[in-house]
């Protein structure tokens, strides 16, 4: 069966509002309408694309993590970093995320 595109478009919808938050300097709902996103996203079938799901999961749990940074919730940025960082390995704004989330925890080395 294809993807449920009604699920899609709520989780895009969600984090779309979660982006417009987050330009608004309102990190904590920012960061509430992310994990709404992800709460819809773990609903999805086992049989929608498995590379879809690890982007959708990346992205928002990498938004997520720039609210918490902003938040000054450092250790909680860092393990959303953790997971984006295993669920892309390449991507560069996954590393970026967890070296600032890192840096706020004063572990400047442990990446290296």
């Known amino acids: ?19 417009d938050m987050f330009r608004a300097q309102c990190h904590f709902e920012a960061a509430q309408k992310y994990t709404e996103a992800m709460n819809v996203a773990s609903q999805r079938p086992i049989w929608d694309p498995s590379q879809n799901v690890v982007e959708e999961a990346a992205v928002l749990l990498s938004n ?4 918490l940074l902003a938040l000054g919730h450092k250790s909680e940025a860092y393990w959303d970093t953790e997971i984006v960082t295993r669920l892309k390995r ?5 590393h970026f995320r967890m070296g600032k989330a890192l840096m706020d925890l004063g572990r400047c080395r442990q990446g290296a």
């Open 90 to 94: 390449g991507w560069g704004k996954g």
């Open 64 to 67: 997520r993590a720039a609210c």
């Open 1 to 19: 069966p294809p993807p449920n595109p009604q699920m899609a478009q709520a989780i895009q919808r969600l984090k779309t509002e979660g982006n």
